[in-house]
């Protein structure tokens, strides 16, 4: 029971998530690791408006690459902490 409320809760946060996105596209901030340049995709788990962790969203190019073509990937769960030292870092 509590795996399928997290995993109830973690579903509609990324739903939500990017339901902002579409609204406004700054909900999602520029993110620098390694050299890489991530967008860092704020969780609202346990209220509403509150961010409480931050999804990283890659950029991946198709294999045999296509022109225009590619796909994101999530990677990672960064805490609020982690995603506001490396954001400035952009």
Do not use: W
């Not at 993110?31 to 999804?55: A, M, N, W, Y």
């Not at 190019?61 to 506001?84: C, H, N, S, W």
């Amino acid at each position: 029971k509590q795996q399928h409320d997290a995993q109830t809760r973690l579903q509609g946060a990324l739903t939500t998530a990017l339901n902002r996105v579409h609204a406004n596209y700054r909900t999602a901030v520029p993110h620098s690791f390694k050299g890489e340049l991530q967008i860092l995709l704020p969780l609202c788990i346990l209220r509403p408006s509150t961010p409480d962790l931050v999804l990283t969203i890659s950029r991946i190019d198709l294999k045999p690459p296509v022109p225009g073509q590619f796909t994101y990937a999530a990677r990672t769960i960064l805490t609020l902490e982690m995603a506001y030292q490396n954001a400035r870092l952009v």
